[in-house]
């Protein structure tokens, strides 16, 4: 009664043939009798399911091992080179963009300077004008699978479109699958920036392992990405973790680009930072920050740090008060979340080691005990390629899930897959 | 090569026996072919995994049903009154208890006031004569199999011991399970009260079905339990939710049970509101309230809801600015966590339709519209039984669990199984 390697996929062995994939890929096990042990599945069954996988590139078998007696056991692996990937990451004021093998290793990638409120089609086209740019620097190789996008804004993670997001005007319901879709013949998911972060980190960095997770971006916006029970907890519209634009002043005069006045990302964000910094110099309070404007230098973000790292007593006051603001905002969402890790990148972040520490004794100050007693505050490790790792993971996650995977599988093809991208 | 009916149960067969069992529990099967269909497993291996839940009580089998040809197949079920569970939820002021079916259903239940500052050992022991007055109620029957108790406070799941709770002096690490486990020979579960009520309403309510639920509790003290990926998010010490015990007011005069100063609890709860209401009885301010404080009542939360209802401006004022501060916690939840659904319940919540609604509308003002698109706030339907009902799920989904299911199933008898106590 089992299905064979040949015709459609009966929906019952789904969870066998992601559960044998997941153990070669995971390297739990590598060998049929591994398998067998490591999912729990029969010798018979293991066979067939190897034996699909196989037929569908998604298993490759090495030469056969050195036996203990009996037949010897052949290595199977997941052929991570079998096929490519297109990830892209943008930012407010950044493209990057890379290629990268079937397990998330980024094989060339690229930045550069970009501003996403000039649209998406003008930002997008150029996204894809470096997508074959760097395929043409790799040359010849294995076809696409699949892209990955992360976008700085609320994204609706079932469609894919951005919705209302505060910062990318135009870009409001704009059908970023069906763009590339069209481009490159291949599926396209797309979420937020620093949900793409958090898996990023979930995967191949810090986070690797763990259940109970928050990545906060303080980039020139702030975000947050959250894990819950190991897997990333997108919410029910798939924009969980919009933290920037909760009020943290009440009555405050300081309007946000989302339009409401007083939100964390319009006191504390790298941009927040930068029009503080600027009137500081401009008020003569900033003797460094005036000598750079003095000399043409844009005060942003990172002229404050700089000018903190010199000691400069304004602009330490005012990164102290963004980390202070940014530990407000974490210490409710310990006490709500109740992480074991919280991880924290962007431009703002590197700021210096004492901006960490003012946030965590903010957390430290406002959370309850149990909240915080084994709670790590540390800087993201991967920093900016954990955006394009993750979107890297993303696309394999979703390409080998019980949903996706029996589709996949039945196109034979690559150029059959892309009518996935349709989906 | 599968392990029969007898013998220590092999590991590989523990995620075969839970699915088998939640097919059935979950009435998506009842015969051996539809068990065969709805978990992907081969017929011989459903076979061997019936017979050995049968062996442990787990199914009972029915008569034949009527076969359209072949050996006529026989409906299992999950034995709901095999056993019997003993469940309580304390509160700051009150203790509830019943006796429930492995299903959940109440089978017998009890209400009184309590005052959970007495301590542990005099209100636990309270809550053990309860349960035996209960069981004699009941008349002899089906063996306990375990105990789910909820706490008005932060508890360590994986222990069982409240952490710091701030309204339960002496409670601090005290060891209920170990408690309950010595008088009733069973194993004992405890969470906070919170989570409890929200994994009743997940299983048996409102929330049924759905990934992204928060519930939120506006008694005495404020807390929330949070559900993502449709199961309940317990956090890494087991302490999320625990929304009462945010600054909510800088630089706050009003000081909290925590010790902290403008906590949400503080300023926002039952407690609060009776503070509040008698203050305004005391100073004139209420003519309603100041009748009732004359007359001899308590002015508590209550009597400041009953006061509203009657007209009364300030109790209005009252409860508005409760429903607004409880609303400005959970815009940022609902920015963060992007429920589909908050449950809200707790005494103070009964307060009127125009709480709520008061609440709705300071949510959607300041959240963004993509996280409110869709969002429902209503009020808990299981009201007082979501918690008891909550930990009575508790208990099935901890003994059914691949975790504990096989140790479950080695003890032979009751007896034997009360060792988990022990655990």
Chains 1, 2 share one sequence.
């Not at 291949?186 to 898996?199: G, S, T």
Request: with cysteine; hydrophobic share 45%; net charge negative.
């Amino acid at each position: 009664m089992d299905a064979r390697t040949q015709g459609p996929l009966a929906p019952d062995h789904v969870v066998d043939l992601v559960r044998v994939l997941d153990a070669v890929r995971s390297g739990r096990a590598s060998t049929r009798p591994e398998l067998a042990q490591a999912t729990g599945l029969g010798r018979n069954v293991v066979t067939q399911r190897v034996a699909r996988l196989m037929d569908s590139g998604l298993l490759v078998e090495g030469p056969p091992l050195r036996s203990t007696g009996g037949r010897a056991p052949r290595a199977l692996r997941f052929p991570a080179d079998a096929g490519r990937m297109l990830v892209a990451e943008l930012g407010a004021t950044s493209i990057g963009a890379a290629v990268s093998d079937l397990e998330g290793t980024l094989l060339a990638q690229y930045e550069e300077d970009a501003d996403v409120t000039m649209g998406p089609v003008t930002v997008l086209t150029r996204v894809a004008e470096v997508f074959d740019e760097l395929l043409q620097q790799l040359g010849a190789g294995a076809p696409i699978w699949g892209l990955g996008i992360g976008l700085p804004g609320p994204v609706e993670f079932a469609t894919g479109r951005p919705v209302a997001p505060p910062i990318m005007p135009g870009w409001d319901g704009f059908d970023v699958r069906a763009f590339f879709a069209g481009r490159f013949q291949a599926p396209v998911w797309v979420d937020n920036d620093v949900n793409v972060m958090a898996l990023g980190e979930l995967r191949s960095g810090q986070a690797k392992g763990l259940r109970d997770v928050v990545y906060v971006k303080i980039g020139s916006g702030i975000g947050a990405g959250l894990v819950s029970q190991g897997v990333l907890h997108r919410g029910a519209q798939g924009c969980a973790g919009d933290i920037g634009h909760v009020i943290v002043e009440e009555g405050s005069t300081v309007l946000c680009r989302c339009g409401k006045f007083g939100c964390l990302e319009a006191l504390a964000g790298g941009a927040a930072l930068g029009r503080d910094g600027e009137t500081a110099a401009r008020e003569g309070d900033s003797a460094y920050l005036a000598d750079l404007l003095a000399s043409g230098d844009t005060i942003d973000a990172r002229a404050v740090s700089e000018a903190a790292i010199h000691g400069d007593p304004v602009a330490i006051k005012l990164l102290a008060a963004s980390a202070r603001l940014v530990g407000q905002t974490l210490a409710r969402i310990v006490n709500f979340f109740n992480p074991s890790l919280i991880l924290v990148g962007g431009g703002v972040s590197e700021a210096g080691d004492y901006y960490l520490a003012e946030v965590r004794q903010t957390v430290i100050g406002r959370s309850l005990p149990l909240a915080t007693r084994s709670l790590q505050i540390v800087r993201s490790g991967l920093s900016d390629r954990a955006g394009l790792r993750g979107a890297a993971h993303m696309v394999m996650d979703a390409l080998l899930s019980p949903e996706i995977l029996p589709t996949w599988l039945d196109q034979g093809t690559p150029a059959g897959r892309a009518e996935l991208a349709a989906q």
